[in-house]
């Protein structure tokens, strides 16, 4: 039970570092296009600054990648990148010039770059049929934290005072508050974070005790392989019978020799020593589902961040909105999220996580083609153009969290356990890039919204298609599966 609450702590204390980088978003991003212009910059500085963060954590997440991987403990990386969020972020509070501010940006985005750790951690410490749906909730976290984060705008934007030689106003101060919640988090990590044994390890067994009396009661929903690695964390006998009965069905199988499962375990084999050695081979990261899901994780964020940076001023020149007016939008559309994610982590339990997939693309479809008709030239009165705004906004949402969701659990799956930190910091290096190209892209476009959209339906429509033509192979590769259709037939 001693393992099993430091593990619940954990999973908890993950969640408020997610929460943080969502209220970090949502305190900074409503004010820095006016906190731009107030030091005189250029209309493009709006995307090279939102383009900076993501930059530094693409370039840092597969580093922090293999730090875990090879040390297999997160705590120390999570406290080490946390002074880079506390550093940029009071870099952002001074703001004497617009240079100051992009750099700032760059240093906070290195503290960005462990989630390539948190996610490998997560992905060693859970069973393949509950992964989606821890992943799902630790991004509803952040999506609270884009929630929470308007509310805090709310008394932030009232702020007009002097700290030492500093100014602090409803531009400076969400810098200034940002850095105090990062280092209360430094405390928080802690008190509250142990690197508990992956699942599938021996030492795994504390982890996996808690979870006997429920594999009593009902089997888990995996493969045979699955099984033997659970039952052999528990009990010695049960793992003698399970193994020989794996290696049965392996030797029956007149397919062994083409599976995806058995050449990542002869590789695997080869790489005991060094496990990073396996991705020297480039057939890695372009395996046909591989590349399907690293296309999947570029075109969504590339959309999302683009439209991101096209709505404050959409909103300005249309709505006229202001600070207080795109936080109470973005609150909105945080309760929108938060709903999305928790039913897409029911969803997960009832249907495959390649089904998920396919109904979040055709969702972001639908909502790219409402915005290429009804926003790029609005008609009617205020109160339609509104409500069209509104319909595109929440069909985008809307598709965000089961792309999300299931194609970061896919991808845990279809990659090597060993060396899950650095196959995670490849993918958000991926996404990294595509939150870089998105805002500029969308910067330099806001008044020639077809362009800009008709580019972002392109890239959905070809996902969407490489996603139906690659389906069979959306799914977590196991040799026993194919052993046992060899059987059955």
Same mark, same amino acid.
């Given at each position: 039970?001693?393992?099993?609450?430091?593990?619940?702590?954990?999973?908890?204390?993950?969640?408020?570092?997610?929460?943080?980088?969502?209220?970090?978003?949502?305190?900074?991003?409503?004010?820095?296009?006016?906190?731009?212009?107030?030091?005189?910059?250029?209309?493009?500085?709006?995307?090279?600054?939102?383009?900076?963060?993501?930059?530094?954590?693409?370039?840092?997440?597969?580093?922090?990648?293999?730090?875990?991987?090879?040390?297999?403990?997160?705590?120390?990386?999570?406290?080490?990148?946390?002074?880079?969020?506390?550093?940029?972020?009071?870099?952002?509070?001074?703001?004497?010039?617009?240079?100051?501010?992009?750099?700032?940006?760059?240093?906070?985005?290195?503290?960005?770059?462990?989630?390539?750790?948190?996610?490998?951690?997560?992905?060693?410490?859970?069973?393949?049929?509950?992964?989606?749906?821890?992943?799902?909730?630790?991004?509803?976290?952040?999506?609270?934290?884009?929630?929470?984060?308007? *509310?805090?705008?709310?008394?932030?934007?009232?702020?007009?005072?002097?700290?030492?030689?500093?100014?602090?106003?409803?531009?400076?101060?969400?810098?200034?508050?940002?850095?105090?919640?990062?280092?209360?988090?430094?405390?928080?990590?802690?008190?509250?974070?142990?690197?508990?044994?992956?699942?599938?390890?021996? %030492?795994?067994?504390?982890?996996?005790?808690?979870?006997?009396?429920?594999?009593?009661?009902?089997?888990?929903?995996?493969?045979?392989?699955?099984?033997?690695?659970?039952?052999?964390?528990?009990?010695?006998?049960?793992?003698?019978?399970?193994?020989?009965?794996?290696?049965?069905?392996?030797?029956?199988?007149?397919?062994?020799?083409? /599976?995806?499962?058995?050449?990542?375990?002869?590789?695997?084999?080869?790489?005991?020593?060094?496990?990073?050695?396996?991705?020297?081979?480039?057939?890695?990261?372009?395996?046909?589902?591989?590349?399907?899901?690293?296309?999947?994780?570029?075109?969504?964020?590339?959309?999302?961040?683009?439209?991101?940076?096209?709505?404050?001023?959409?909103?300005?020149?249309?709505?006229?909105?202001?600070?207080?007016?795109?936080?109470?939008?973005?609150?909105?559309?945080?309760?929108?999220?938060?709903?999305?994610?928790?039913?897409?982590?029911?969803?997960?339990?009832?249907?495959?996580?390649?089904?998920?997939?396919?109904?979040?693309?055709?969702?972001?479809?639908?909502?790219?083609?409402?915005?290429?008709?009804?926003?790029?030239?609005?008609?009617?009165?205020?109160?339609?153009?509104?409500?069209?705004?509104?319909?595109?906004?929440?069909?985008?949402?809307?598709?965000?969290?089961?792309?999300?969701?299931?194609?970061?659990?896919?991808?845990?799956?279809?990659?090597?356990?060993?060396?899950?930190?650095?196959?995670?910091?490849?993918?958000?290096?991926?996404?990294?890039?595509?939150?870089?190209?998105?805002?500029?892209?969308?910067?330099?476009?806001?008044?020639?919204?077809?362009?800009?959209?008709?580019?972002?339906?392109?890239?959905?429509?070809?996902?969407?298609?490489?996603?139906?033509?690659?389906?069979?192979?959306? *799914?977590?590769?196991?040799?026993?599966?194919?052993?046992? /259709?060899?059987?059955? %037939?």
């Amino acid at each position: 039970m001693e393992n099993h609450r430091k593990r619940t702590v954990t999973f908890l204390t993950i969640g408020l570092i997610f929460m943080l980088s969502g209220i970090e978003y949502a305190v900074i991003l409503p004010t820095i296009w006016r906190y731009l212009q107030i030091l005189e910059a250029p209309p493009y500085f709006l995307g090279l600054g939102l383009s900076a963060f993501s930059l530094s954590a693409l370039l840092t997440g597969p580093l922090f990648g293999v730090w875990s991987d090879r040390s297999k403990a997160t705590k120390s990386i999570i406290l080490f990148s946390n002074l880079f969020e506390i550093a940029g972020n009071f870099m952002y509070f001074i703001g004497y010039s617009k240079w100051l501010l992009l750099c700032s940006r760059l240093v906070a985005g290195v503290g960005a770059g462990a989630g390539s750790s948190i996610f490998g951690f997560l992905t060693r410490s859970t069973l393949p049929e509950e992964r989606a749906g821890i992943f799902a909730a630790i991004m509803a976290c952040r999506q609270a934290g884009l929630l929470v984060g308007p *509310a805090f705008n709310l008394f932030l934007r009232l702020c007009d005072f002097k700290l030492g030689p500093f100014v602090v106003n409803k531009y400076t101060s969400p810098g200034i508050f940002m850095c105090l919640l990062w280092t209360l988090l430094q405390f928080v990590v802690l008190a509250g974070y142990w690197d508990v044994p992956p699942i599938s390890s021996q %030492g795994g067994v504390v982890v996996l005790e808690m979870k006997q009396e429920e594999e009593e009661e009902a089997p888990l929903m995996g493969s045979d392989e699955e099984e033997a690695r659970t039952y052999r964390a528990v009990d010695s006998n049960q793992s003698e019978t399970s193994s020989a009965s794996q290696r049965a069905h392996q030797t029956s199988n007149p397919f062994k020799n083409f /599976s995806v499962s058995n050449v990542e375990e002869e590789q695997s084999e080869k790489a005991n020593e060094d496990p990073f050695i396996q991705f020297y081979l480039i057939t890695e990261f372009l395996r046909e589902e591989v590349v399907v899901l690293l296309t999947a994780q570029f075109i969504t964020l590339f959309n999302q961040t683009a439209l991101e940076t096209m709505v404050t001023p959409l909103t300005q020149r249309y709505f006229s909105f202001g600070e207080l007016g795109n936080s109470l939008m973005y609150s909105l559309c945080g309760v929108e999220v938060i709903v999305g994610f928790f039913f897409v982590r029911w969803l997960s339990s009832k249907v495959a996580d390649r089904v998920v997939l396919a109904v979040g693309l055709v969702i972001c479809c639908t909502a790219c083609i409402w915005c290429l008709v009804f926003l790029c030239k609005p008609r009617g009165g205020f109160e339609w153009q509104l409500s069209a705004f509104i319909v595109g906004v929440f069909l985008q949402l809307l598709g965000l969290p089961f792309v999300a969701v299931s194609q970061v659990s896919l991808f845990s799956k279809v990659t090597a356990e060993k060396t899950q930190g650095f196959s995670q910091g490849v993918r958000r290096s991926v996404g990294g890039l595509a939150t870089i190209l998105g805002p500029l892209w969308a910067g330099g476009l806001t008044n020639n919204l077809y362009i800009m959209l008709g580019m972002m339906l392109a890239l959905l429509v070809m996902i969407t298609v490489m996603t139906v033509l690659s389906y069979e192979r959306l *799914a977590e590769p196991r040799v026993v599966q194919c052993a046992q /259709s060899a059987d059955s %037939g």
